[in-house]
């Protein structure tokens, strides 16, 4: 997709983190500079170790120079002729496909560079490449992924809420990575009132509408058929969406989950709020599966990332798609100019 020639660009570079060495993060990093022309992609540079993604573009047979940096500034400059590596201070072990714990101090730093930097101003977002989450649990990480880990390093009081974020479609789920009949049991008022709160504000300050409107789906058939069909929907949901209504943001529902995601329907609203996780994802990855992108709302900076995992049963073959990687390059951009202009109107 072109970009108007009209359109702002971000001033600090992005900071694209390691992620695990032995998924595919390397080779997508390197696909993504090798795109960065015809995809118009914003300058980045990448927490790693400079030798092993050049190993790495050697052993493909790919045409990346490999230049390390020693501040953020220098990306601009670099960025035209070489993919910049701000080198980690950990050592990276192994090779693809071969998960190793001690590369876990690399993955975690990492991320804290990123999100040091970002929070200083010297890179515009953090754009993380997947973590192998079973590695870091053996190294001692407590937290369940991604996302609490950036909630802690940011200092949040409250927790953030995750969106998954396509060309035609925005969604969020309520509860996540929970058994469907847990799911069902942790849904009250107050996580979709925390969701819908965090969503508005994120489409002002994130995504630069003025006057974001929220579709709320309701989590039975046909959103409980006035009881017949269950009693949640009438009993949780609706008080939510009554709640948020009342504090002026323009929420709906809750309303039959399996009408909201056709192409009319999806012109009335900014972002759906899904009950469960399936609920949110399979819409969002069916309509547009490469081009999803992991957002995280409700941090003081900008994050992004790829819908995808490690993929470590092909990682080093060359056989990844970076699509995501430069949809989350291209978002993360976009994101962090709107924060910094005012919003505007919604379309009619």
Known sequence: MA?????????????LTAGEPAGIGGEITLQAWLARRDDDLAPFFVLDDPARLR????????????????????????FARAL???????????????????????VLESIRQAVALTQAGRAGAVVTNPIHKAILYQAGFRHPGHTEY?????????????????????????????????????LKPEPILHAGRVTARALREDFGIAEPRIAVAGLN?????????GQEDAEVIAPAVAALRSEGID???PLPADGMFHEAARRRYDAALCMYHDQALIP???????????????????????????????????????????????????MAVARAAPARPTAA
């Open 3 to 15: 970009r108007p020639e009209t359109a702002p660009r971000i001033r600090e570079p992005l900071a």
């Open 55 to 78: 190993r790495l573009a050697e052993g493909l047979g790919w045409p990346v120079a490999v230049e390390a940096i020693a501040d953020p500034a220098e990306t601009a400059e670099v």
């Open 84 to 106: 910049p590596i701000l080198p980690l201070t950990a050592p990276i072990a192994g090779g693809p496909g071969r998960p190793e714990a001690a590369n876990a101090e690399a």
């Open 150 to 186: 950036l909630a802690e390093l940011a200092g949040l009081a409250s927790a953030p809420v995750m969106m998954l974020a396509g060309p035609s479609l925005r969604v969020v789920p309520v509860t996540i990575h929970l058994p469907l009949r847990e799911a069902v049991a942790a």
């Open 221 to 229: 058939p046909h959103a409980g058929e006035g009881g017949a069909l």
């Open 251 to 253: 929420a709906s529902g």
């Open 284 to 334: 969002v990855k069916a309509l547009d599966f490469d081009r999803t992108v992991n957002v995280t709302l409700g941090l003081p900076f900008v994050r992004t990332s790829p819908d995808h995992g490690t993929a470590l049963d092909i990682a080093g073959s060359g056989r990844a798609s970076p699509k995501s990687l430069i949809a989350a390059l291209r978002l993360a951009e976009r």
